[in-house]
């Protein structure tokens, strides 16, 4: 299984348990929830996005990943709402004045 800590901490020591400041840190990325509620009971359902390989869809860019949701939800017609989840938060779409 993929673990993304493990991954970060593994990239930035080399053979000799020393420090490697010469890698680049990997950047975070972005996932899309589906929350789906059920008219009769009025239970929320919440899922992740998966990618064409059955994996949790991964979005590279906040603001790619805040776009995508937002076209989801205008083409929603069953009432389900997508939000952007990214380091352990929902990200609201930044709102133009």
């Known amino acids: ?53 059955s994996s949790v869809l991964e979005i590279k860019g906040l603001d790619k990943a805040l776009k995508m949701a937002e076209i989801f939800n205008e083409n929603s017609d069953s009432g389900w709402s997508y939000q952007v989840r990214g380091g352990g938060k929902i990200h609201k779409p930044k709102r133009n004045q």
Do not use: A, Q, W
């Open 1 to 53: 299984m993929y673990d993304p800590f493990l991954y970060t901490l593994h990239s930035h020591i080399n053979d000799n348990n020393n420090i490697n400041t010469n890698r680049k840190i990997r950047e975070m990325s972005y996932n899309i929830v589906k929350t789906m509620k059920d008219p009769m009971t009025g239970k929320k359902t919440c899922v992740l996005l998966l990618d064409g390989l």
